[in-house]
């Protein structure tokens, strides 16, 4: 089966060119530029079928880093399985998702990695991909990192945050490091100082500060930009590649890029929800309303200017990815865990689908640039763990994920208007998108057509990922 994809204008990090392109089964075949004939002088006659992309943008399929289907979180599990989170994750145009395989401490992490193959096998309606969490680093989890790697699980996320779940003590974090120095995967970090935050969430539940709002409050930009900085400071020691996740304070961004400046193999992710939503506005939202917005690191303060900064860092390149880090919890009974006591409420945002839409939108708010856009939430990521170039770029010899953007065209995000996750409520609510995801192609094949869905779940293979195209 062959598809062109004719009169669009193709875009990647090197900027925005028309094109024709081919796809022949899963792969793309060639990228003709107008005039090129070299392939004969009318290919739509050949082909078995033809796409008008006049007017609109050919983008390589978004590849979302970071996800949690099925997460257990607070007691209870993230709502999207990966069945509804994948076929979310379509409708948006992301074609590759990474998820986190959760290592609990305690359990050998070869058994976490077979049960996340095991949840995700067979279920999905895109590609994707693990990276590993290590809950518990011990002589046995070190060594299983380095089995991991050939198995193309390159990448393994601690945690300085979640005392007595998660949490890693400096001296593992060191030792986890110094695993990854040693086989070349990329340390994740969670980086806020979660023995500080027990102390100050203590305070605050004591002196009878209960809403949602105080689980920003009470994890305050210090705790990450110390946590980020300390990070830093032992990836340095131990020379691993450092990827520090979610970033929400412009201070922390502030010691990545320092020590960008000193190359080292440092790097800094944000997501939708730090870019464009905040404390006073969803947050402190009245009575327990604001738990849709509990997730860590939080939500910070608008007045204090982190949502500008945060752009700017995205355009130099201090911050190199966005993904949504989409852990979806329900507002009835999951989060409402949390009536009375925030620290009880799910931590987790659910944003799978609405990625490349609101970040075009910072296209046309004039904030990036249409193709750093793609870069961040598509080409980086997929350099960045591994996948390159067989996603993240459309080149001949890469997969045939695709996505045709329409300018002219309008998303208008809501519950009842165009929610797929699987979630009792949008945290996206009535914002409006100047641009529209008309088409989204996974592997040669059509998943999403004109607000129809034409995917099915089984389609998504797993993808074993090399290590990071961008260490030194
Ligand atoms: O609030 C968040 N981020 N939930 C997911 C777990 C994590 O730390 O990434
Ligand atoms: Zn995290
Ligand atoms: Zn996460």
Same mark, same amino acid.
């Given at each position: 089966?062959?598809?062109?994809?004719?009169?669009?204008?193709? $875009?990647?990090?090197?900027?925005?060119?028309?094109?024709?392109?081919?796809?022949?089964?899963?792969?793309?075949?060639?990228?003709?530029?107008?005039?090129?004939?070299?392939?004969?002088?009318?290919?739509?006659?050949?082909?078995?079928?033809?796409?008008?992309?006049?007017?609109?943008?050919?983008?390589?399929?978004?590849?979302?880093?970071?996800?949690?289907?099925?997460?257990?979180?607070?007691?209870?599990?993230?709502?999207?399985?990966?069945?509804?989170?994948?076929?979310?994750?379509?409708?948006?145009?992301?074609?590759?998702?990474?998820?986190?395989?959760?290592?609990?401490?305690?359990?050998?992490?070869?058994?976490?990695?077979?049960?996340?193959?095991?949840?995700?096998?067979?279920?999905?309606?895109?590609?994707?991909?693990?990276?590993?969490?290590?809950?518990?680093?011990?002589?046995?989890?070190?060594?299983?990192?380095?089995?991991? /790697?050939?198995? !193309? $699980?390159?990448?393994?996320?601690?945690?300085?945050?979640?005392?007595?779940?998660?949490?890693?003590?400096?001296?593992? $974090?060191?030792?986890?490091?110094?695993?990854?120095?040693?086989?070349?995967?990329?340390?994740?970090?969670?980086?806020?100082?979660?023995?500080?935050?027990?102390?100050?969430?203590?305070?605050?539940?004591?002196?009878?500060?209960?809403?949602?709002?105080?689980?920003?409050?009470?994890? +305050?930009?210090?705790?990450?930009?110390?946590?980020?900085?300390?990070?830093?400071?032992?990836?340095?020691?131990?020379?691993? +590649?450092?990827?520090?996740?979610?970033?929400?304070?412009?201070?922390?961004?502030?010691?990545?890029?320092?020590?960008?400046?000193?190359?080292?193999? /440092?790097?800094?992710?944000? #997501?939708?929800?730090?870019?464009?939503?905040?404390?006073?506005?969803?947050?402190?939202?009245?009575?327990?309303?604001?738990?849709?917005?509990? #997730?860590?690191?939080?939500?910070?303060?608008?007045?204090?200017?982190?949502?500008?900064? &945060?752009?700017?860092?995205?355009?130099?390149?201090?911050?190199?990815?966005?993904?949504?880090?989409?852990?979806?919890?329900?507002?009835?009974?999951?989060?409402?865990?949390?009536?009375?006591?925030?620290?009880?409420?799910?931590?987790?945002?659910?944003? /799978?689908?609405?990625?490349?839409? &609101?970040?075009?939108?910072?296209?046309?708010?004039?904030?990036?640039?249409?193709?750093?856009?793609?870069?961040? #939430?598509?080409?980086? +990521?997929?350099?960045?763990? !591994?996948?390159?170039?067989?996603?993240?770029? $459309?080149?001949?010899?890469?997969?045939?994920?695709?996505?045709?953007?329409?300018?002219?065209?309008?998303?208008?995000?809501?519950?009842?208007?165009?929610?797929?996750?699987?979630?009792?409520?949008?945290?996206?609510?009535?914002?409006?998108?100047?641009?529209?995801?008309?088409?989204?192609?996974?592997?040669?094949?059509?998943? /999403?057509?004109?607000?129809?869905?034409?995917?099915?779940?089984?389609? !998504?293979?797993?993808?074993?990922?090399?290590?990071?195209?961008?260490?030194?």
């Amino acid at each position: 089966m062959t598809t062109l994809i004719k009169n669009g204008l193709v $875009i990647s990090p090197q900027g925005a060119i028309p094109s024709d392109v081919l796809i022949d089964g899963e792969k793309i075949v060639a990228v003709l530029t107008p005039g090129d004939t070299s392939l004969g002088t009318n290919l739509s006659a050949g082909a078995d079928r033809v796409i008008d992309a006049a007017g609109k943008y050919v983008i390589p399929g978004g590849v979302d880093a970071h996800t949690h289907m099925e997460l257990p979180f607070g007691g209870t599990f993230a709502s999207d399985t990966f069945d509804t989170g994948t076929r979310a994750a379509a409708w948006g145009g992301t074609t590759t998702i990474i998820d986190f395989a959760v290592q609990k401490y305690g359990e050998r992490v070869q058994d976490s990695l077979a049960a996340w193959h095991e949840k995700a096998g067979g279920n999905t309606h895109i590609d994707y991909s693990f990276h590993q969490i290590i809950g518990g680093v011990d002589d046995d989890s070190l060594k299983a990192m380095d089995e991991l /790697v050939n198995e !193309g $699980i390159t990448s393994f996320k601690l945690f300085m945050a979640y005392p007595g779940v998660f949490y890693s003590d400096d001296g593992q $974090i060191v030792r986890a490091m110094q695993s990854a120095a040693n086989n070349g995967s990329m340390i994740m970090m969670h980086a806020e100082n979660g023995l500080a935050i027990d102390v100050l969430v203590s305070q605050a539940l004591a002196a009878g500060n209960t809403d949602p709002k105080y689980h920003s409050l009470t994890r +305050p930009w210090e705790t990450e930009a110390e946590a980020t900085n300390r990070a830093i400071m032992l990836a340095r020691m131990t020379g691993a +590649p450092l990827y520090i996740v979610h970033m929400s304070a412009k201070q922390a961004v502030q010691v990545v890029q320092a020590a960008k400046n000193e190359a080292l193999n /440092v790097f800094g992710e944000t #997501c939708p929800q730090y870019l464009y939503l905040s404390l006073e506005e969803q947050l402190s939202q009245p009575g327990f309303e604001g738990a849709k917005w509990v #997730c860590s690191t939080p939500l910070r303060s608008k007045a204090e200017g982190h949502q500008d900064e &945060l752009w700017k860092y995205l355009r130099t390149n201090d911050l190199s990815i966005v993904s949504t880090d989409h852990c979806p919890f329900c507002f009835k009974e999951q989060k409402e865990l949390g009536l009375g006591n925030f620290s009880a409420i799910p931590n987790g945002i659910g944003s /799978v689908e609405h990625r490349l839409d &609101l970040l075009y939108q910072g296209v046309v708010d004039g904030k990036i640039s249409l193709h750093r856009w793609v870069e961040i #939430c598509s080409t980086t +990521p997929a350099r960045m763990f !591994g996948l390159y170039p067989q996603k993240g770029v $459309i080149a001949p010899g890469s997969d045939a994920d695709i996505v045709i953007y329409d300018p002219a065209g309008r998303t208008e995000i809501g519950f009842h208007k165009t929610h797929h996750m699987n979630m009792d409520h949008s945290a996206w609510e009535g914002f409006n998108i100047e641009g529209h995801v008309d088409t989204v192609i996974s592997r040669g094949k059509i998943v /999403v057509d004109n607000n129809e869905y034409l995917g099915h779940m089984g389609h !998504g293979k797993f993808i074993k990922r090399g290590l990071s195209q961008y260490l030194i």
